[in-house]
């Protein structure tokens, strides 16, 4: 059985911080492309964040360029989204996401379609 359980979810502030962690378990986690996603109710998912099975490489969306940082450990088997200057707009539900084997982050890499394996979300919200 593959385990994404996303946590460190919350409400803040408008230019506050946030951190979500991905705790993974069950399959290879050191051999997985990872992302981040969010997704509001009725509206399409959205890839945020993407990093490579080394963590080497990363990719992110335009939205949150300079404001949040993906970042990966694999001994613990975990997976982090640093999350600053956080805006009203980047409240919704937050998903992790993995699928095994290499990767080199792209655009490519923030289609949803492109990972096998999610977690349940954490809910971000931001006041203003």
């Known amino acids: 059985q593959v385990q994404l359980v996303e946590s460190g979810g919350g409400s803040v502030q408008a230019g506050g911080s946030l951190r979500l962690s991905c705790a993974a378990s069950?399959?290879?986690?050191?051999?997985?492309?990872m992302g981040w996603f969010r997704q509001a109710p009725g509206k399409e998912r959205e890839g945020v964040a993407v990093?490579?099975?080394?963590?080497?490489?990363?990719y992110y969306a335009d939205s949150v360029k300079g404001r949040f940082t993906i970042s990966r450990d694999n001994t613990k088997n975990t997976l982090a989204l640093q999350m600053n200057t956080l805006k009203p707009e980047d409240t919704t539900m937050y998903y992790c996401?993995?699928?095994?084997?290499?990767?080199?982050?792209?655009?490519?890499?923030?289609?949803?379609?492109?990972?096998?394996?999610w977690g349940q979300g954490t809910q971000v919200t931001v006041s203003s």
């Open positions: 996401a993995a699928r095994l084997g290499w990767c080199r982050p792209s655009s490519a890499l923030l289609l949803a379609n492109f990972y096998n394996y």
């Open positions: 069950g399959y290879t986690y050191s051999s997985a492309c």
């Open positions: 990093i490579s099975t080394d963590g080497t490489s990363t």
